[in-house]
């Protein structure tokens, strides 16, 4: 038997087709608009059933053992029943504010933020927090405060791509398609990034920039692009605000200046500047290579006013502003108690740029546990997370993690996390739950993603332990939803859709077709109704309003002031295509594939430090180590060394994070520096 669903293995959303064996899943096959060789792989995807059905899995609740270091098997009363109970003690002790709840990694974002933002206004805390200050969101807000949205590129119609900090060879099947499919018509593909990718491989230009120099480039661009008229002079004219603050700021960066600074040729950069604005239309895929950096704001800002500049912004080919669908509001924002502010008090405009994504500096949550700042927190629920991992100072986080007078993990597995937690509550796969994910929440088409599976041995889906949790916390009445479909019809009902309109629909709704230059007839959702190449709201929070970089800002990364003792710059390793950050390195098919983490250093720097393909290495920060194997590589800048990304949950050693730093954070959107950071390298003594 075959049935459709939403793969939900990582942050992509592909649609698959599943195959069914005696109700069991036996395999996944992405859809795909290309013939099937010539269709982009995915091996998680492949796994699927060994992921699902593997022996790790968690399929009941745990509670830890009083007096011992390990966990009993308990029923899901007295789980829930505990975990609701330390609700009502931390409300009645502390406040309901000292109550936490930390939501983790892309995958499964959707409708479950939306009930957990619900369950929390309700109770009365405003600390429901996500990782979206080092993930995309705070990207977005860049692209909200420049013209009233997160683009999307049609790439497809392109006729110029720019691959911005990303790779989505190993990131986004569908996308790198589209960017495939683009190229064989004849598009120029352009790609920006410091490690040379198998996009770098396929480019017309690849330029090797500076780890965190985006913005510099961007600006370098602009100044180009306007001191030469290459900018589109009837939409800036009509469309936009604040040009001439622009050109006098973009002055600042011509290209003989810029260069030297971001290891980048100057003809390179006029080169990229001219053939984006004359190779129309033109469309930029940026992706979390411009997050994690703490000039990451402005750096966005400054790829964000290219779009617009070029005329390149909602045109067919271009940079799409999207179609939202109507949806009902379901997070209940307005029952929460005003005068309590929340951990992330500090990032106020971050905090409330967007009607939904709520709040996202997840490092406070880390503050407010070790400092108790701006007040303790108590206890945390963390869901779909691994923050011992993948969180910036793994040693900080795990500090704070044992302080913490209670906390509950919802997970599918055993994670380091886990290990720190006195409730563990079993989740379901993707593949055994029905759920509207946000790609879909947030533009047409809606596609469902369907349970397809029973829930494996007595793990629940996410939906149902948050439906369960408010009932016992005394919210039967706004959590009045039996089931994911009865809560996805609510939540559509303005769109007029269904649950069982979509699974009779399986490739998605489209509730409008695709329009192109909407601002023509809606204006852009800016306080001006244009695109905002100078922002008022950014300058009466206190912010720059055109995005400014200061003669330093190449060296804006952590441990840039002890670059005497720590002088290699290094770059947090690529997303692996076997694995989703931390995840599925115990299932068997995807070990043999990737089999070890390295350390990647350019032949250069190896020959100078007498270093050997396959010697064990010790990386050192003011804040850690780790010991990795090296790989001699040209991939990486001279200077620069890569290191693998997620591998911490596999072996402490190998934990990223322990380098990293969270002491300095970008001042809007509250983002650390753990994508690139000074540090040392030696051989590792037996």
């Known amino acids: 038997m075959k049935k459709d ?134 990207r977005e807000m860049a692209h909200v405060l420049t013209y009233g949205a997160m683009t999307a590129p049609d790439q497809r119609h392109s006729r110029c791509v720019i691959v911005w900090g990303k790779n989505d060879r190993d990131t986004n099947p569908a996308a790198y398609e589209g960017i495939y499919h683009a190229k064989s018509r004849g598009a120029t593909l352009i790609v920006i990034d410091p490690v040379r990718t198998r996009l770098a491989d396929m480019a017309d230009i690849w330029l090797q920039i500076r780890p965190g120099c985006d913005g510099l480039l961007a600006m370098s661009m602009i100044h180009e692009i306007i001191d030469n008229r ?79 500049l070029t005329g390149n912004l909602d045109r ?151 439906f369960e949790l408010a009932r016992r916390l005394g919210l039967e009445k706004e959590f009045p939803w039996q089931s994911a479909e009865e ?40 306080p001006s109704r244009k695109m905002e190449f100078y922002s008022e709201t950014l300058k009466k929070h206190g912010y720059a309003p055109v995005p400014t970089f200061d003669d330093d800002a190449e060296n804006r990364i952590s441990f840039y002031d002890q670059r005497d003792g720590f002088p290699l710059i290094g770059i947090s390793g690529a997303r692996s295509r076997c694995f989703t950050h931390s995840q599925f390195k115990f299932v068997p098919y995807l070990a043999r594939l990737e089999q070890e983490c390295v350390i990647d250093i350019h032949p250069a720097d190896a020959l100078e430090k007498e270093i050997s393909d396959g010697d064990t290495l010790r990386v050192e920060t003011p804040k850690g180590h780790i010991i990795m194997k090296a790989r001699i590589s040209d991939v990486v800048h001279p200077g620069s060394i890569r290191i693998a990304w997620g591998w911490g949950e596999f072996r402490p050693d190998y934990n990223l994070n322990n380098l990293t730093d969270d002491d300095r954070r970008n001042p809007v959107t509250g983002t650390p520096s753990n994508r690139s950071f000074m540090c040392r390298i030696s051989k590792a003594t037996s």
């Open 487 to 526: 809560a996805i019809d609510d939540q559509l009902a303005p769109a007029g859709i269904t649950v069982e309109m979509l699974r009779q629909n399986p490739s998605g709704i489209r509730i409008e077709e695709i329009a192109y230059e909407k601002y023509k007839t809606k204006g852009f959702d800016t």
């Open 5 to 138: 669903t939403v793969c939900r293995l990582c942050s992509s959303c592909c649609p698959v087709e599943v195959v069914l064996e005696n109700d069991r899943l036996a395999g996944a096959v992405r859809k795909s608009s290309l013939p099937p060789g010539e269709r982009a792989s995915c091996p998680k995807l492949k796994a699927a059933a060994d992921i699902v059905y593997s022996p790790e899995r968690l399929k009941t609740p745990l509670i830890r053992a009083k007096g011992a270091s390990g966990f009993r098997e308990a029923s899901w009363d007295e789980a829930m029943g505990l975990v609701a109970e330390k609700f009502h003690y931390f409300k009645e002790a502390y406040g309901p504010e000292s109550v936490c709840w930390l939501r983790g990694m892309a995958a499964d974002w959707g409708a479950p933020w939306d009930y957990v933002n619900r369950l929390m206004n309700l109770f009365g805390s405003p600390n429901t927090i996500g990782n979206g200050s080092v993930c995309h969101v705070a």
């Open 316 to 466: 067919r080919g271009g940079d799409l502003i999207p179609q939202p669908i109507p949806v009902r509001n379901l997070q209940m924002k307005d029952r929460l108690p005003q005068d309590v502010k929340p951990i992330t008090c500090d990032y106020p405009l971050f905090n409330e740029f967007h009607e939904t994504w709520g709040r996202q500096v997840q490092s406070c949550v880390i503050d407010a546990i070790l400092d108790e700042k701006p007040y303790p927190v108590k206890m945390l629920m963390v869901q779909s997370a691994n923050p011992v991992v993948t969180m910036t100072d793994a040693n900080r986080v795990m500090q704070a993690l044992k302080r913490l007078e209670f906390m509950a993990v919802i997970d599918p597995f055993m994670t380091r996390t886990a290990r720190f937690a006195h409730v563990v509550l079993p989740a379901t796969s993707c593949f055994e739950k029905t759920q509207l994910n946000r790609a879909f929440l947030r533009n047409n088409p809606v596609v469902l993603q369907n349970q397809v599976i029973d829930w494996v041995g007595d793990s629940w889906p996410d939906w149902k332990i948050i």
């Open 230 to 308: 290459l900018y589109d002079e009837a939409f800036v004219e009509e469309w936009t605000v604040g040009f001439d603050p622009l050109k006098e700021t973009a002055a600042a960066y011509p290209a003989e200046v810029v260069a030297g600074r971001i290891w980048l040729d100057p003809d390179a950069i006029r080169s990229t500047a001219r053939l984006y604005a004359t190779l129309g239309p033109a469309s930029i895929i940026e992706g979390n290579g411009l997050d994690m950096q703490l000039n990451i704001f402005d750096n966005t800002r400054a790829v964000c006013l290219l779009r617009g």
